[in-house]
């Protein structure tokens, strides 16, 4: 399943956050890329300790923490810090399967990379470039999306990043350990929550949406890791 979630942040939240990320020290995105990585892995990271970093991770942490459609999304356990890349000159990042696990930052614990998304600090008339490929069943996406959206789709999807040939592209990624493991499972509970919201706008009976909400809820239970 592949969603796109608009305005997650409001125009003043991005101000914020991209004259934070503007300003702050990048170094070379091969510091975190693994062997086979480093070959087809062209762009800028944020440092993962970077005071930038925090911070604005911080705030995305607690803004998606209230965004319901990325809970509906993602049914989050546990989300990964997200991480921020710059593009520009050529930059590109070539076909890749993002890493399986990931260790929490200051402990032990393990997350599993159920989802990933990419939420977007530039607009597309910013750049040349910069499209975000996304294989997988539900074929090929092309995903170029204005400042303050974000692009959620299963962690197993192969995907890319094509060059930059013009401008910068800021953007911010990470990973979530969803309670639901299986994408298809997923996507039957985002499918089932969206037309449960369809039908109170509609004005359904209470009845019907007690009757439906209740599946929801039963499916949740039967599949949810906690």
């Not at 969603?3 to 510091?31: F, H, N, S």
């Not at 294989?135 to 789709?153: C, N, R, S, W």
């Amino acid at each position: 399943m592949l969603i796109t979630i608009p305005d997650v942040l409001d125009a003043q939240q991005l101000g914020d956050c991209r004259r934070a990320l503007e300003q702050a020290q990048w170094e070379d995105g091969k510091t975190t890329a693994g062997y086979l990585a480093q070959h087809s892995k062209s762009n800028l990271q944020l440092p993962l300790d970077h005071p930038v970093a925090k911070q604005v991770g911080e705030f995305l942490m607690h803004v998606l923490g209230q965004n319901s459609q990325f809970i509906a999304a993602a049914l989050p356990q546990r989300v990964l810090p997200p991480r921020f890349n710059r593009y520009e000159g050529g930059g590109q990042y070539g076909n890749h399967i993002d890493n399986a696990i990931f260790t929490l930052p200051g402990s032990n614990q393990r997350l599993r990379t159920d989802v990933s998304s990419t939420l977007f600090f530039s607009d597309p008339d910013e750049y040349e470039g910069g499209e975000l490929i996304i294989e997988d069943v539900y074929g090929t996406q092309t995903i170029k999306l204005p400042a303050g959206h974000m692009v959620v789709y299963p962690g197993t999807s192969l995907h890319r990043v094509t060059p930059v040939t013009a401008g910068t592209r800021f953007a911010s990624f990470f990973w979530t350990q969803s309670m639901i493991r299986h994408a298809h499972q997923r996507k039957l509970l985002w499918e089932l929550d969206q037309s449960i919201q369809d039908l109170a706008r509609a004005g359904a009976s209470t009845e019907q949406l007690s009757r439906l909400t209740g599946v929801y809820h039963n499916l949740l239970r039967e599949w949810a890791e906690a």
